[in-house]
């Protein structure tokens, strides 16, 4: 079955820069446009970064446009969100998600927690 | 970039009622959107996507319909597992934004 999980969370100063890994199983991931989303603590969803199967086209959101960079790597059924500049309301939990063609994002890891706190 | 608001922000209702949720968009767009369930200290899952095709395993009281600017997520006959918040999300085209949130509880 279908599984996204999760990695590289963990505590940063602001100012510093994180990796976030998400590795996915159970479907062709080379085929298949994977999102991130975060959630800052008793907030909603926030829409984060898209890429497409090729990594030929990169959308972000305006908040962290400038800041973050998603990448993969289809030989490792990987994707990344690479956080610089991090900032307070960085804070969240991000999830990644995949995004079947037409279908929403149907089927969502289950985070990693990213705090950013001098 | 198109923003999506949604009413009420939180609602409470009984065992059976019918619930209706609204999403608005600031303009029109395609039918490419979403609705998402999040139960308290879970991940998000899709319930509908295409403004009105139930995604696979999700209970048939649950339903989208809408077009334009304007979207519904109707719960048919509220149960006590449905409490939750629920979001919708557009994702014809970046940015995706989601809705900020309909908080439902069981009165």
């Known amino acids: 079955q279908v599984q996204l999980v999760e990695s590289g969370g963990g505590v940063v100063q602001p100012g510093r820069s994180l990796r976030l890994s998400c590795a996915a199983s159970?479907?062709?991931?080379?085929?298949?446009?994977m999102h991130w989303v975060r959630q800052a603590p008793d907030k909603g969803l926030e829409w984060v970064a898209v890429?497409?199967?090729?990594?030929?086209?990169?959308f972000y959101g305006d908040s962290v446009k400038g800041r973050f960079t998603i990448s993969r790597d289809n030989s490792k059924n990987t994707v990344y969100l690479h956080l610089n500049s991090l900032r307070l309301d960085d804070t969240a939990v991000f999830f990644c998600?995949?995004?079947?063609?037409?279908?929403?994002?149907?089927?969502w890891g289950q985070g990693t927690l990213v705090t950013v706190s001098s | 970039d198109i923003q999506m608001t949604q009413s009420p922000s939180s609602l409470s209702a009984s065992v059976g009622d019918r619930v209706t949720i609204t999403c608005r968009a600031s303009q029109a767009f395609s039918n490419y959107l979403a609705w998402y369930q999040q139960k308290p200290g879970k991940v998000p899952k899709l319930l509908i996507y295409?403004?009105?095709t139930l995604q696979s395993g999700v209970p048939s009281r649950f339903s989208g319909s809408g077009s334009g600017t304007d979207f519904t997520l109707t719960i048919s006959s509220l149960q006590p597992e449905d409490v939750a918040i629920y979001y919708c999300q557009k994702y014809n085209s970046a940015p995706f934004t989601f809705g900020p949130g309909t908080k439902v509880d069981i009165k």
């Open positions: 159970g479907f062709t991931f080379s085929n298949t446009i």
């Open positions: 295409g403004t009105s």
């Open positions: 890429i497409s199967h090729d990594s030929s086209s990169k």
């Open positions: 998600a995949r995004a079947p063609t037409g279908r929403g994002l149907d089927s």
